[in-house]
């Protein structure tokens, strides 16, 4: 019931702040169950990859999803989480929480900096992955595969090693590198997000490391909770949740830190 309950609250949070906020799952599983870092880790990315299916299936449908850029990063990513999960299986979960209290404190910080400053307009032809003005597909290039496929790649290893989708990495990487407005980074994001937990949860799974008493009902709550908080998400989106939720993020990178080195 503990780990329904949690998944219901994660689920609600990514209704509310996107699949990035899928970040918290491992900090709320490791404070409120028994289970470990290494337990949390596959529990949590199996809940953030279905919910960003969710997502993505919804931007398949609107046709928002950049598909190619999806399977390219997709495809980098999956080769990478392998060795992510074989990097959790030899660190100790005190590494392991460091770390990603780490990775927790740049996602504060970048959440609290969206929050508090605007959006800078981008200047396109500085960028390696622009549209073509005729057809809309991007104009590949071998720098737009090369920064594609290194963000899908960093994803798919902190999937892998922490449990984490990667949304913190794939949505900044597409705002940087390409020209896609919001409408089209999100779900495609998703889509990558979706394709690279499951390559993390096959992983897991394979490797012995998935907990399922732990996976099924946190997963189960998360869905529930994302598909309840929908109706909520329009009327509290906005600088004070993005503000709210960086400052919730940077208080559980605080706990784990404490709790690594207690």
Known sequence: MVTLLCGLAIGLVMALTGAGGGILAVPLLVAATSASLAQAGPAALAAVGLAAAFGAALGLKAGTVRYRAALLMASAGMLATPLGVWGAARLGNRWLGLAFALVLLLVAARSWRQATRPVQARTPRHLPCVRDAASGRFAWNRACARA??????????????LGVGGGFVLVPALQRQTDLPMEAIVPTSLAVIALVSTAGVVASAAAGALAWPVALPFTAGALAGMLGGRALAARLAGARLQAG???????AACGMIGKALA
């Open 245 to 251: 939720f960086a400052l919730v993020t940077a208080l």
């Open 148 to 161: 594609l496929a290194l963000a899908g790649a960093l994803a798919g290893l902190l999937s892998g090693l």
